[in-house]
């Protein structure tokens, strides 16, 4: 057992972890984080993606000590970031969404993506799209929303 | 009729706690002191459990108890009741669960897991459709004959049939014998498919000390669950209550009965404490059940002119180790099988076979994935034969409605929808005789069309109930039974009670967005077979219609008017002869209370309720009305062929409903894009795959391939067609299932009609179409080659 | 590995997190056998999970800045062993100079994986259908391996003995990857997969233009990649494209034995060889 320390959306954590906890777990279980969810359990599906220090990793396959000392971000972290707040508007408004159980990992990974580069080619945009499996098959949806919300990113950039 | 919400593109209601992820799925429920399980579960397909050995699980720390099949010595099931909790005596698949730890760690559960000891005694496994028939089988049901059975059902006890269903009408033997009837005979078949729901099955179950059983679990059928719980475990219904959170997708896994009375037992098992079971993804595709595995025999015949004048079908449904719910898969693919054609002489016997393979269950369709196929790719045969267009030899024989009498005997209403209609906006969407050029010489560009028609499939009695409370400031609560796992229904049902009450929509609550919990939700059967917006929805207009009733009464003391004369709009009740008389509903909604403080009237609360009355049981023939509504549709695509490797691309999908009233747009065509990306899963890429055992080979999202975002067509149209159901809610009918069921055959068709292939069975991968044109048309691999080497290569010279 | 996780959680370990690689190589000769190396850590985790292994200690390499580099040297170009498939994909140097690995990094998983995947652990992973090793083979790259005992050198071809095995020793790190830093280097690298996200046949090309040197490797068919070069494929760089290309398929069509499991057939894996054969080698010699 060790304590490690954690930023979750914005709020630093302490939190005794084992070392072969995995971050997945302590978010969801230790620290009640439920805004990461899981379906696959071995980084195949990317619902349990969370942005570590700015970078999408899948908690999965991640350990809680390789995340000591780190910022951890999930879907309603977001909502405090204007313009992932706009982006999720716009999955709200094209009806990017069915069961709702992938949508975060998709927020969070669109919003990375657009991050980087809100001039993304569209066949670029699907593959960054690519690891996260929307069983309820709203990509046609989510492609739209994300298309649509490039504008609030680039505003940004300027 | 003008609608103020109805026909407007509206987002599901709980959208913004979906994009921030904290809409809460049983998955996210915990309670402080929650106990995890683990299943322990078989090895081998077939065999007689000698003894289980739990000493070494208890020594691990943290473990509570470890249960096994003698311990829960209950009988489970909602058609038939062919399940066990836990493995009792014998095993049937691999992947039965045989015994569950309880721990206060899912470390330690884990841990203790793989400490149970089982010893086997094996017996023959009977792993395909054809061993289970044979008269000399191992019988894995020996007690069939026992089992509580749905009426309408017909096991065969001391065989391996859990059903036998068969439907008759006119003279199939006779029309297939006249001389100038054209025989069509195929033999199709279907992989087991897994449902991928992405929120995996999972349960939190607490047996109280009072004696209540309180459960929290990711389902489709809060009410039917109850029930069957507590016709199970002999309590009083009222003693369990089932709380539904939103499901992480349902599609018929979560229909019927699930592992809720595992769950509940274990909790009482453990001293009461709270238990929850979380299945990992390689657990929900070996111990939890799959799509049934299909085999169809099918004679058809045609006439010359493309009447459609026989169709005689065999189909054998895989049910695997379990058939509770299959039966009823089987029983439907039976009656439904002449599809949307008026076909005069009509045999099918539908099976459903037990064999030691993973156990099946409802899924999206619901039989019709699985008759389609046979019948939608037999019309393409037929009309190559016949040398008549796919689009004309479907038009000539197409259900009319008012007029065609289904084989079932059931007539075709007159507002069933319309089929003509559907097939002309399908074929000008896809201009079938208009195929561009592919974009390589190596590759054929095809074009393909398939129809479909289901109805829900239910039992006569299936029924929906629901409440409408008018608050203080006149906002409106709706509870209905009808759950919410991504379809959409609680939102249009908020939209329904909007337009019924004539309020803007913001005014409406839906309470089930959240919850539905059996002893605060009115009642529905399930939410299954695409019914809730129908049969909840006319609950629903029935209870605002009270709840009105209720307020026009108050309103008529009030104004001094006649009740007849009272009329409610915009939020507003008024007097039609004395329109300046009005007053704000809300005013009404607790009574009317004067300045003086004397009241009129109660609290606002209205009730409907809605059952399928005119329904029955089908007869020995197949024969009796036990539809509600049929929802006519078709998929149409575009598609290249790479005759190199054999890969399919689909390149444009059309997607056409008859949905009667688009309640909310953008959640049909949200159903009819989705569905086609399920359609094209299944027709690709989807199969489980078995081992020689009978193991279950690719229980993960690796090897069972399902669509990623870069499988999306480049192209998707999706057209609503409104023939309004005059007894639907304001014309609506359901779509949620139907739209796969024609993707797959669509493809097939495509295929067959550009290169002449005949693909019997799914998925089409890319090695299995390869070997199909080896075998079949070698000269288009081999022209494939030729122009790959050789033109191919020049044009990268001139570059 | 069987891609089945039935379970959550992972066996209980020690982990490290050495900061430099002699730190490292310290910990592993001390706890010899008993610990396993942490790259990226996607299949290390998933083998625990799938209770096929049992380490009692696991180091982290994520902290090791020098392997996390790309440097030329007079050796070549070097390239650390956690430097990460996005980092791969996104370098200047590598585009130009190693096009296969670059291609090959931007398979290695989905997007979000390869900001994880690296380069050093995806091909000790040893599974046939590795992004990195045929990449790599078509480079004739060389892998530098330490112990605490001291360093080696391993063409990269001479990784792999078997599914899952390699010629690693347990005390052993790969530390670099050195590929020659030749002028005008062309290369792909394609991946062929259907229905399954196990590839069923991959190829990658090099092209040294100025050397007339070209090597080509098939991978996933086999436990192994087949290693081909200019003469094994009888590529005459006087004669016409259209004609070796042809002949350089047919060399790999009659040579490679392919394997058949849940994935692909033998026989279809063989026949994919073949067309992948050809269109690697268009798209370089097209794009020429």
């Known amino acids: 057992m060790r304590t490690i320390s954690l930023k979750v959306n914005g709020i630093v954590k302490e939190v005794a972890v084992e070392d072969n906890e995995l971050l997945l777990n302590v978010l969801r279980e230790k620290l009640g984080v439920t805004s990461v969810k899981a379906a696959c359990w071995r980084g195949e599906c990317g619902l349990c993606t969370v942005l570590l220090d700015g970078i999408p990793v899948k908690s999965c396959m991640t350990l809680a000590v390789e995340a000591d000392g780190k910022e951890v971000i999930t879907a309603e972290g977001l909502y405090s970031d204007e313009r992932a707040k706009k982006l999720m508007e716009s999955f709200v408004k094209h009806g990017a969404m069915q069961c709702g159980f992938c949508t975060p990992a998709f927020v969070v990974t669109s919003h990375y993506v657009l991050s980087k580069n809100p001039d993304i080619d569209g066949e670029e945009l699907k593959k960054e799209l690519n690891g996260v499996i929307c069983r309820c098959g709203t990509y046609y949806q989510i492609y739209e929303a994300v298309k649509d919300a490039e504008k609030y990113y680039k505003k940004e950039k300027v | 009729m003008t609608y103020k919400n109805v026909g407007k593109e509206v987002p599901q209601a709980d959208s913004w706690l979906k994009v921030t992820g904290t809409l809460k799925y049983a998955f996210d429920i915990n309670f402080p002191g929650t106990l995890y399980a683990k299943l322990v579960t078989s090895k081998l397909p077939h065999a007689k459990i000698k003894s289980i050995d739990i000493s070494e699980a208890l020594k691990v720390k943290g473990v509570i108890n470890v249960a096994t099949g003698k311990d829960f010595p209950y009988r489970l099931g909602l058609y038939l009741s062919d399940r066990d909790v836990l493995a009792v005596d014998k095993v049937r698949w691999i992947g039965h669960p045989v015994a569950a730890v309880i721990a206060d760690s899912l470390e330690a559960a884990e841990e203790a897991a793989e400490k149970v000891k089982v010893e086997y005694e094996p017996l023959e496994p009977v792993l395909t459709v054809e061993r289970a028939l044979e008269k000399d089988a191992p019988l894995i049901h020996e007690k069939l004959g026992e089992y509580r059975v749905f009426p309408g059902f017909h096991p065969v006890p001391g065989t391996n049939i859990a059903n036998v269903f068969e439907l008759k009408h006119g003279d199939v033997e006779n029309a297939l014998k006249e001389e100038d009837t054209i025989i069509i005979e195929e033999t199709y078949r279907l992989p087991q498919i897994s449902h991928v729901t992405m929120e995996t099955q999972n349960v939190l179950a607490w047996w109280r000390f009072d004696d209540y059983v309180e459960v929290w679990t990711s389902i489709q059928s809060p009410f039917a669950t109850r029930y069957l719980m507590a016709d199970a475990l002999k309590l009083p219904v009222n003693r369990i209550i089932i709380h539904a959170p939103p499901a992480g997708g349902g599609f018929g896994l979560k229909a019927g009965l699930g592992w809720e009375p595992l769950v509940a037992l274990l909790s009482k098992f453990a001293g009461r404490k709270p238990v929850k079971l979380v299945l990992s993804r390689a657990e929900q595709m070996t111990s939890a059940p799959a799509r049934d595995g299909f085999i ?171 409440v409408v409370k008018l608050n203080e400031d006149g906002t409106i609560d709706v509870l209905t039974g009808n759950g919410s796992m991504g379809q959409g229904t609680p939102t249009s049902l908020a939209i329904l009670a909007a337009e019924a009450f004539g309020v803007p929509l913001e005014k409406i609550k839906i309470n089930q967005l959240e919850m539905v919990s059996t002893d605060t939700n009115p009642y529905t059967w399930q939410t299954v077979g695409s019914r809730g917006l129908f049969s909840d929805g006319i609950a629903l207009l029935r209870a605002i219609e009270d709840a009105k009733n209720q307020i026009k009464e108050t309103a008529s003391r009030v104004f001094k008017v006649p009740v007849d004369d009272v009329e409610i709009s915009e939020g507003y009740a008024y007097s039609k002869t004395h329109p300046w008389i009005r007053k704000e509903i809300r005013e009404f909604a607790m009574g009317y209370t004067y300045p003086d403080g004397t009241t009129v009237g109660s609290p606002v609360i209205g009730r409907g309720s809605y059952a399928p009355i005119l329904n029955t049981f089908l007869d020995a023939n197949g024969h009796g009305s036990n539809t509600v509504f049929h929802t006519y549709g078709g998929t149409g695509v575009e598609l290249e062929i790479d005759l190199l490797t054999g890969e399919v691309k689909v390149l444009r999908a059309v997607q056409v409903y008859d949905v009667g009233k688009a309640i909310d747009p953008l959640l049909v065509k949200g159903q009819m894009d989705g569905g086609f990306i399920m359609g094209l899963g299944s027709a690709l890429f989807e199969q489980l795959k078995f081992g020689e055992d009978g193991k279950v080979l ?52 495509a295929i067959f009609r550009a290169t002449g292939v005949k693909i019997n069975e799914l998925p089409i991968t890319a090695e299995k179409l390869w070997k199909a044109i080896k075998e079949q048309k070698p ?21 | 590995m069987s891609f089945t996780t039935p379970y959550f959680t992972l066996p209980k370990f020690v982990y490290f997190k050495p900061k430099n690689i002699e730190e490292a190589l310290g910990m592993l000769k001390q706890h010899k056998g008993r610990a396993k190396v942490m790259a990226g850590g996607i299949m290390l985790v998933n083998l625990m999970k799938e209770r096929q292994i049992f380490p009692e200690y696991v180091i982290d390499l994520k902290n090791i800045d020098e392997l996390k580099k790309i440097n030329v040297t007079e050796n070549g170009i070097e390239i650390g062993s956690m430097v990460t498939a996005i980092e791969l994909q996104n370098s200047k140097l590598i585009k130009e100079k190693c096009p296969a690995l670059a291609k090959a990094a931007s398979f290695m998983g989905d997007r979000t994986l390869q900001h994880t ?22 480079m004739d790259s060389v892998l530098e391996v330490r112990s605490s005992e001291g360093k080696r050198f391993l063409p990269s071809s001479e990784l792999v003995l078997g599914i899952g095995r390699t010629s690693l020793k347990e005390d052993e790190i790969i530390t670099k990857i050195i590929v020659p830093n030749d002028e005008k280097v062309m290369g792909t690298y394609l991946k062929f997969i259907n ?45 016409s494209v259209a004609e070796n290309i042809k002949r350089a398929s047919d060399v790999v069509y009659k040579a490679v034995q392919p394997m058949s499991d849940a994935v692909a057939s033998a026989e279809y894996r063989k026949e994919m060889s073949k067309i992948l054969t050809a269109r690697a080698l268009k798209e370089v010699f097209g794009g020429a």
């Open chain 3, 117 to 138: 995947v690296t380069i050093g652990g995806n091909i000790s992973v040893g599974m046939p259908s590795t992004d990195g090793l045929p990449a790599l083979m078509s």
């Open chain 2, 779 to 799: 000269e288009l691999i081999d022209k494939a080659l030729k122009s790959f080497f050789e033109e191919g290569i020049k044009e990268v010279e001139q570059i």
């Open chain 3, 195 to 239: 229905a399954s996200e196990v590839a069923i046949a991959t190829v990658a090309v090099t092209v040294h233009h100025e050397k007339k040197k070209l090597a080509l490797s098939v991978g996933a068919i086999a436990p192994r990649p087949y290693y081909f070069d200019n003469s094994s494929l009888q590529w005459n760089w006087e004669g």
């Open chain 2, 296 to 466: 169809a025999k099918v004679k058809a015949g045609f006439k010359r002119d493309g009447r459609f004048v026989a169709y005689k079908a065999e189909f054998y449904l895989d049910a695997g180790a379990y058939a509770d719910y299959t039966i009823n898969v089987a029983r439907t693919a039976g009656y439904s099988a002449d599809g949307a054609y008026d076909i005069p002489n009509v045999h099918v016997t539908s099976y459903a076979v037990y064999t030691n393979k993973i156990p099946t269950t409802a899924m999206r369709g619901f039989g019709h994935p699985e008759n389609h196929w046979a019948l939608e790719l037999t019309l393409d045969r037929a009309a190559s034969v016949l040398g008549i267009d796919p689009v004309e030899i479907r038009r000539k024989n197409l259900l009319k409605p008012g007029e065609s009498v289904r084989a079932t005997g059931e007539r075709v209403r007159e507002d069933e929808g319309d089929p003509q209609k559907v097939l002309s906006v399908l074929a000008q969407a896809i201009d079938l005789n208009h195929v561009e050029r592919a974009s390589e010489p190596w590759k054929i560009r095809a074009k393909g069309i398939a129809l479909l028609v289901k109805a829900p499939s239910q039992p006569p009695n299936a029924g929906a109930s629901a």
């Open chain 2, 698 to 749: 690719n229980p993960n999202l690796i090897t069972y391939y399902v669509p990623h975002f870069e499988d999306m067509t480049a192209s998707m149209e999706s057209y609503i067609i409104e023939t309004p159901q005059k007894d639907g809610p304001l014309g609506a009918r359901g779509v949620g299932e139907h739209v796969m069921v024609a993707v797959a055959p669509a493809i097939a068709n």
